[in-house]
């Protein structure tokens, strides 16, 4: 399991040159995290994750695979797209289809690059955005609505409670406040987000700011982390002018870029990882010498789901899981290492799996 993340932002922010150097980036570095192109929008990158290489090197094995992101450069937006100005139905309609959206917001000042809105106020770019999208909520839901609550006059229980789940987000949207911020219970979780609702995507906010800030950030950057700190989101600092150079580099020239420039990595790999965090998705591996793999998984799946994103059959056969946390792993050298230090575990049906640990599924056939 991986994530569709749509990368959004008005135009003249810096998304496309973001996005393309995602993509040469991951090109670049095919060694250890592949990349391959899906379509000329869509990229698939693996998730930088040192534990891997380390597992890889303890257990001798032939091959790394690291767990993957998709990115999707979505077509850029103007005011006025929920009514279809620009490329308004297009951009409405791929944020659909994306787990969660990387909203690139300008935060650096540059004469020769001119704002769409005249003025460099990241803030007020997010609004931007973020109202398009509670415009085009507030049509669609306004449209289903009433059918809903007819039928659930007539004693349609289900229509009764889609209409309830609708009407306390469509509350929040005529409030100017976004979908994701509507209550509901975990037995709704499934039901809201088959409603696709545009406002209700998990947001990560990508401040590009100019290279002299790409470590700390600046003033505008800080108040999008304030801003996001508010709505429950994430934000991250990365420079697109100093991750298109880097891009452009060979591998081994990287580090003395980085290091000219005070920088430890590209800030595309804190990208990266943050929108990993956006959905509370966590890491586990499986290692062997044939391969060391990490898969992603929700925070807090049981034993059966994790093993089922294997394969369907790990998880209706599921037995137990031979199970060893990363820090063992390393610290006992291996499993056998490990079992010899006495934290080799087996663990059942109920067990929540940990952000890195070393599996082996047991399963009956």
């Not at 100005?85 to 909203?103: C, M, S, W, Y």
């Not at 085009?136 to 009764?160: N, Q």
């Not at 409670?161 to 979908?179: C, F, Q, W």
Request: one cysteine or more; a negative charge.
């Amino acid at each position: 399991m991986g994530f569709k993340c749509g990368i959004v932002g008005l135009p003249n922010v810096g998304k496309s040159t973001l996005f393309n150097a995602l993509t040469q980036t991951a090109a670049a570095q095919a060694a250890n995290y592949p990349f391959c192109t899906i379509e000329p929008n869509v990229g698939d990158v693996g998730v930088p994750d040192p534990r891997l290489e380390v597992l890889a090197k303890i257990a001798g094995s032939q091959q790394i695979i690291p767990t993957r992101l998709t990115f999707v450069d979505i077509a850029g937006l103007v005011r006025g797209a929920s009514k279809g100005e620009g490329l308004g139905n297009q951009f409405l309609a791929n944020i659909r289809e994306v787990d969660a959206i990387a909203h690139v917001v300008r935060c650096f000042e540059d004469g020769d690059i001119t704002h769409v809105e005249g003025k460099i106020d990241p803030v007020a770019d997010i609004d931007t955005i973020e109202t398009e999208l509670m415009l085009a909520d507030m049509d669609s839901l306004e449209k289903r609505v009433p059918a809903l609550e007819k039928r659930g006059k007539t004693g349609d229980k289900e229509a009764k409670e889609l209409a309830d789940l609708m009407n306390r987000a469509l509350v929040l949207l005529r409030e100017g406040k976004p979908a994701r911020l509507t209550e509901r219970t975990p037995e709704e979780e499934k039901i809201f987000k088959g409603l696709g609702l545009l406002s209700s995507k998990p947001v990560l906010y990508v401040c590009n700011v100019e290279e002299a800030a790409a470590d700390k950030g600046n003033e505008f950057s800080a108040r999008v982390f304030a801003r996001a700190k508010e709505e429950d989101a994430v934000a991250c600092v990365v420079s697109a002018k100093i991750e298109s150079e880097i891009a452009v580099l060979p591998e081994a020239d990287q580090k003395d870029y980085l290091d000219a420039v005070g920088l430890t990595e590209p800030g595309l790999n804190r990208v990266i990882r943050a929108g990993y965090d956006l959905l509370h998705l966590v890491t586990y591996f499986t290692v062997g010498p044939k391969e060391a793999r990490a898969w992603t998984i929700t925070k807090g799946t049981k034993g059966p789901g994790a093993a089922g994103v294997i394969h369907t059959d790990f998880e209706k056969g599921y037995i137990r899981a031979e199970t060893i946390a990363y820090e063992d792993y390393v610290a006992g050298i291996g499993e056998a290492g490990a079992r010899e230090l006495g934290k080799f575990r087996l663990e059942g049906k109920d067990y929540v799996v940990k952000d890195g640990d070393v599996m082996h599924f047991r399963f009956a056939t």
